[in-house]
């Protein structure tokens, strides 16, 4: 691809992946009136560090307050200001204050409620909660280094120095009581691992939760309003009724007070005791039933499903917003570095500033240095101007590679083969990398699913002890095998397992191969064949990108599950 190929296609990429990830437009008078407001306010150095070096951790240091959102008002301006914040954002001490965090969750399960009183180990929980709370406070000793007397400003971080605090002053009473109480502080446990760099998406998406209630609460008042006006009609219209003929019972237990009819109803929402709540008053008369549909119609389908579009809804909304403000954030940090090296002067960034700003930043390699400066070069200008500056989250994402004769397909480098050989892997390559190949594959795919199917249909009490179908599993392993080591071979070892399918294939491959193994062994092995199923998904692009999806998907969705957990 030439290199004005890669800088259109970045640059028009950019929205959707610098900040913005699902591709929403950010509006254009809000990105200029930021260029606007940061021209009229250039970063200011101070007179004692103009150095190069000086003005890259500066730049860097913008750039990492763009990429996390941080307030470009607290940007640190002295050497030991840079020297904390440094340290803040460090892996090491972030690993410490998660590690604390986790370690304090932990502890739940060693103290009560969760242990016996005299199964506890009062001293040994005690001084591991102490340890904790101390090492969450090195955090916040580096802040204060960092931000000085700003930092009482910062509200989140005043609540969890009060929180610490009184969780220290707990565990000193409970150390020197020798005895526990109640203890409602440890409920706050989870703010140690929310507020941490490594969690910032789960810390993100509780945000947004809380921002999104106020217009779901409304709906739940017209909910709960809607229930309790059913209820108090349910309790004058069902509450009292004839003698059951068959039980002599004179009450309707479900409706029998306001109490038990709000709580019946409530439970009609999940259909859980549909339709036994309904069964007294519909033999007592047919037209009840005429309530509970009523009910049912409006609160269960209108306004449940109105409940959760309203949820749906705003949290959709809010985290729109939210991108579209980290988008614009992002460029404002991108600008402020892009100003800091003088490259408003220059009008670019030539490769000696941009290699300065990329070490102090990424510390990447300068092979890495260098295939991120022609990507992002525009017009062969010798230099990144702004614009292609703006794309630099994007490509410093990429990965880099020499290409060392895998792009010719081969297992190994050119170099490496003999003479002799070298023939037949350039044949093997050709094989492997035919359509036809791929359609023969796909063709024992089929067949192989026809026949193991086939065997679970009609094996029987009489006949499971035959095998004259499974005899044939091991020609298709034997050609699955066969497949796997004519691609290694074809195409090597890197071209083959960089591609998630291929993977995919080979572990399916040798879990056949393990199921033959040691099937005569144990009959649960059996199990393992029809994952060979799976192999069907290869037919078809469509199928690849919902697997794809599902993939993407997990790692969303377990941030939810931590936010609900952490929230329990």
Request: glycine share 6%; proline share 3%; aromatic share 14%.
């Amino acid at each position: 691809m030439s290199e004005d190929g890669t800088s259109n296609r970045l640059l028009g990429t950019s929205g959707a992946q610098n900040g913005d990830p699902e591709g929403e437009p950010v509006q254009t008078e809000s990105i200029t009136a930021s260029r606007r407001s940061d021209r009229a306010r250039a970063p200011e150095l101070t007179p004692m560090t103009n150095s190069s070096a000086w003005k890259y951790d500066q730049a860097a240091i913008y750039m990492q307050e763009g990429l996390d959102h941080s307030k470009f008002a607290y940007h640190p301006r002295t050497r030991e200001a840079v020297e904390a914040y440094k340290t803040v954002n460090s892996v090491w001490l972030n690993l410490v204050d998660i590690t604390a965090g986790i370690v304090l969750m932990i502890l739940a399960f060693f103290e009560e409620p969760a242990v016996c009183p005299t199964c506890t180990n009062i001293n040994a929980t005690a001084i591991v909660e102490i340890l904790c709370l101390l090492a969450t406070h090195i955090h916040t000793f580096y802040y204060f280094r960092w931000k000085g007397k700003a930092v009482f400003k910062e509200k989140k971080l005043i609540i969890k120095m009060i929180l610490t605090v009184e969780m220290l002053i707990e565990a000193i009473v409970v150390l020197g009581r020798q005895d526990t109480h109640l203890r409602f502080m440890r409920s706050f446990r989870p703010i140690f691992i929310i507020d941490n760099k490594f969690a910032k998406g789960i810390k993100r998406v509780l945000y947004e939760m809380v921002q999104s209630l106020p217009p779901v609460i409304e709906i739940l008042v017209l909910l709960i309003t809607f229930i309790t006006t059913f209820a108090v009609m349910g309790y004058y219209l069902f509450g009292t009724q004839r003698v059951d003929p068959y039980t002599q019972d004179s009450h309707n237990w479900y409706f029998y007070s306001f109490q038990d009819s709000w709580v019946n109803l409530f439970i009609l929402l999940t259909t859980a005791n549909y339709p036994d709540v309904m069964m007294p008053a519909y033999r007592d008369s047919r037209w009840a039933a005429l309530f509970f549909v009523i009910y049912l119609m409006f609160a269960l389908y209108f306004l449940g499903n109105l409940l959760l579009a309203a949820v749906y809804s705003n949290f959709n909304t809010k985290e729109k917003d939210k991108f579209g403000r980290l988008f614009i954030h992002r460029r404002q940090g991108l600008r402020k570095a892009f100003e800091v090296v003088g490259g408003t002067e220059k009008g670019h960034l030539d490769y000696e500033v941009f290699q300065g700003i990329v070490s102090a930043y990424t510390g990447k390699s300068q092979f890495e240095i260098v295939c991120m400066f022609k990507t992002m070069e525009r017009d062969g200008n010798n230099g990144v101007d702004l614009e292609s500056w703006f794309n630099f989250y994007e490509v410093s994402l990429y990965r880099w590679r020499e290409d060392r004769g895998h792009s010719s397909g081969l297992f190994c480098s050119v170099e490496l083969y003999p003479p002799t050989i070298m023939p037949f892997f350039v044949v093997l390559n050709r094989v492997v990398t035919h359509r036809f190949f791929e359609y023969f594959i796909d063709f024992c795919i089929v067949v192989n699913a026809a026949f193991l199917i086939a065997e679970a249909a009609l094996t029987t009490d009489d006949n499971k002890d035959h095998h004259a179908i499974a005899d044939y599993e091991q020609v298709f392993i034997t050609i699955y095998t066969l497949e796997a080591v004519m691609k290694i071979c074809g195409i090597g070892f890197y071209g083959y397992f960089s591609k998630g399918f291929n993977i995919f294939d080979f572990i399916i491959v040798a879990v056949s191969l393990l199921g033959q193994a040691v099937e005569k062994r144990t009959i649960y092995v059996t199990i393992l064949r029809p994952f060979r199923l799976f192999r069907l998904f290869k037919l078809r692009k469509s199928f690849n990108q919902i697997l794809s999806a599902m993939f993407n998907i997990i790692p969303r969705l377990g941030r939810f599950v931590l936010a609900m957990i952490e929230k329990k």
